[in-house]
């Protein structure tokens, strides 16, 4: 892997990443030399100064006088009301997300301060802002630890949760900030895509986003649709039977995985076995592939999704985890169908399948504000991303103390369990000095095994996993405490600072004596964005620490992502395996991890666009019913004598009204079809590149295909169902006539494909074919 590029070097050659935010720097100086004129003014002065600024935001270049005068007043007002006075460094950043950037602040430098003198300089300017978050705590966290600050500058804020009434989420959409996680903005903007009257909507307002962890929210989850599902009539597939039979299959006898570990298939003799067991059928005839395909989800379950790592089983329910936070996905779930089979698999009673109402991808939510700006502690790695994807530009600020932390070197074993002795005698040595640490680890499993072993050998631990996540904020808080010891699963979004000494500070000379905080990784994560947000836990604002990573060649980074090459030297070297060497393999199947993801983000991209298009044009035309009478005139277009009966028998309002009730039933199902043929046809689009068709392509052409005439069906369909009705009919409810919306709808995330896009198979089969064949790299 190619050594990062210096930032000087990065500036001048104007790689992504390397904005200079230095033009806002003489802005800073004004806003210092402001200070004791503000500090001199009475809370109401502050406000009414607050008040007469007049300067415009989400451009590139600030005006300076009024953009000064605001950072003066709004640093007086925070020192005022939550005792933190903003550093330049801080006034910077705030600067930097004003002009509708990403910004890049270590761990520990006070984004949420920056991000809440963002929003109300927004604010100050006229705008609608919403700081968007990645879970509820951060919301309600940051909102009600700013109140006061907002309050001061005559800004009005309000935060949103999963839980949140519909009425409170209306109201908090008309306050000047918003803080709400992505998700649940997401889930609103669904909800209202199918109310039929203003006063129902809660109405998100699009103009301005300051998203923190920009990275995470932005490349890592904008591939993630969030999904609005509607209760249907069918009932939940049968999958115990299917289980049973799966449970009963015998490794490399019956089935195989790939080396990928994404695919699990049934060989021949296994085929056999299953056949013979069912009576002698043959699974491939069409009546009985219906339990061919839960076979295949059942196989899946067993195999490639696993317990407290993929998931949680809690109060009788699967519960998903998010891997890349270590956190419960609360509202997150697989397809219908393998959700199905791993409920089976943990003998679970088995949900009934819901239908799709409509999904939207985060991208595709966050591209609709008018400025977007961000923050993180590793956004300059995804910069390139975030300008191809968001056209939004990022720089770093530098942090306010010099960094003392000491990243030593990678410490890379050959086996699980060598690394896991090293991590203890590591972990035991450092608890004796009285030194805090704290360990990343990937997975729950991990993390209570680990805490296991340590408790064996008599090492008090602290663990934090998605089974305990309510208690975060005090296991978190509490990491920094003289000899703690704390295991952790993705500790990144956690939101709460390690202090050295514990909350409180007191222990702070005795744990700076000692080293300040020690953070171990178990291993590498798939990104190196996720590495850094773990080390940048310890050396906080200029405080001691140091960080440590181990690795196994056994890893699953490692046995993923490497070529074949690769798993042969490493097989026939074994321990005589140079260091330099197994440090190359280990940045190299790290590098391999992080273009795939950016692939995967690439094709979801592609793939959606159409599907953005044409949800566009359907809302575009919704809001049209709703607000105009184009419903009636495309009616009476088709079934001119009889709308002109109705009219006459009950009048044009009612006759209205029903026409207009009926178009937007008819136009909701009609574009929830078209989304169920959208899917099957991407299912099978990978088939087309062996024609020498390119599937993205061929894709776009067939979605346009399908869309062609919707409108003219949806008429179609509204209109018959017109011509039945008698007078008396029109008025009456929609349901006494048989049109029957879901009894219940909710809301949940899904990914792109969690077991394996077969195109995405195809695509790595051709990868390794040409870099064995081809370049003979394997």
Partial sequence: MRPPVPWWAAQILGLPGAVSFRRYVPIIRDANALEERMRALDDDALRAEAASLAFRTGERRLQREATARYLAVAREAAARTVGLRAFDEQLLGCCALLSGHAVEMDTGEGKTLVGALAAAGFAAAGRR?????????????????????????????????????????????????????????????????????????????????IIDEAD???????????????????????????????????????FTVDADQATASLTDDGLDRLEAKLGGINLYDVEHLGMFTRINLALHARVLVHRDVDYLVAHGKITLIN??????????????????????????????????????????????????????????AVAEELIEFYRLPAGRVERHEPNQRIDTPDIIVLTEEAKTAAIISDV????????????????????????????????????????????????????????????????????????????????RDRVVKAGGLAVIATSRYPSRRLDAQLRGRAGRQGDPGVSCTFLSLDDDVIQLHATDRIVTRIHREQSTLPGVTRQKIADQCQAIAESQRTDRHRATWVYNRAIAAQRTAVLAHREEIIDSSVADGRVRDLIAEHWQRLVDARGLA????????????????????????????????????????????????????????????????????????????????????????????????????????????????????????????E
């Fill in 129 to 209: 802002v919403h700081v968007i978050s990645v879970n509820d705590y951060l919301a309600e966290r940051d909102a009600t630890w700013m109140g006061p600050f907002f309050d001061l500058l005559g800004v009005s804020v309000g935060w949103i949760g999963q839980h949140t009434p519909h009425d409170d989420r209306r109201t908090a959409y008309k306050c000047d900030v918003v803080y709400a996680p992505v998700s649940e903005v997401g889930f609103d903007v669904l909800r209202d895509r199918f109310t039929v009257t203003p006063e129902e909507r809660v109405a998100p307002v699009f103009d301005v986003a």
């Fill in 216 to 254: 995470s929210v932005m490349i890592d989850e904008a591939m993630v649709p969030l999904v609005l599902a509607g209760s249907s009539e069918h009932e939940a597939d049968e999958f115990d039977h299917a289980t049973a039979l799966v449970e009963a299959l015998v490794p490399d006898e019956d």
């Fill in 323 to 380: 891997t890349t936070r270590g956190r419960v996905a609360h509202l997150q779930r697989w397809p219908d169908g393998l959700h199905a089979a791993l409920e089976a698999k943990e003998h679970l009673p088995v949900s009934a399948p819901g239908v799709i109402l409509d999904q939207i991808t985060i991208q595709d939510l966050l591209l609709q504000y008018k400025t977007t700006a961000g923050m993180s502690g590793t956004i300059t």
């Fill in 428 to 507: 035991t040595t450092r608890h004796q000095t009285g030194q805090p640490v704290l360990v990343g680890t990937q997975s729950v499993a991990e993390s209570e095994a680990l805490a296991a072993r340590l408790d064996a050998t008599g090492v008090p631990v602290r663990v934090l996993n998605a089974k305990n996540d309510a208690e975060e904020a005090e296991i978190v808080a509490r990491a920094g405490e003289y000899g703690a010891v704390t295991i952790s699963t993705q500790i990144s979004g956690r939101g709460t600072d390690i202090r050295l000494g514990g909350s409180d500070g007191r222990d």
């Fill in 654 to 777: 009612r006759v209205s009204e029903t026409t207009r009730a009926v178009a937007l039933f008819y136009l909701d199902e009609q574009w929830v079809s078209h989304l169920t043929v959208l899917q099957e046809i991407r299912d099978g689009i990978h088939l087309r590149a062996l024609g020498g068709e390119k599937p993205a392509d061929e894709f776009h052409r067939l979605a346009l295909r399908e869309f062609h005439g919707f409108f003219d069906r949806t008429y179609r369909e509204v209109a018959d169902f017109i011509a039945g009705l008698s007078p008396d009919d029109v008025g009456r409810d929609l349901t006494e006539l048989g049109l029957r919306r879901p009894s219940a709808t909710w809301t949940y995330m899904v990914t792109d494909d969690p077991y394996g896009n077969p195109g995405d198979r195809f695509i790595r089969r051709v990868g390794r074919f040409v870099r064995s064949t081809i370049l003979n790299l």
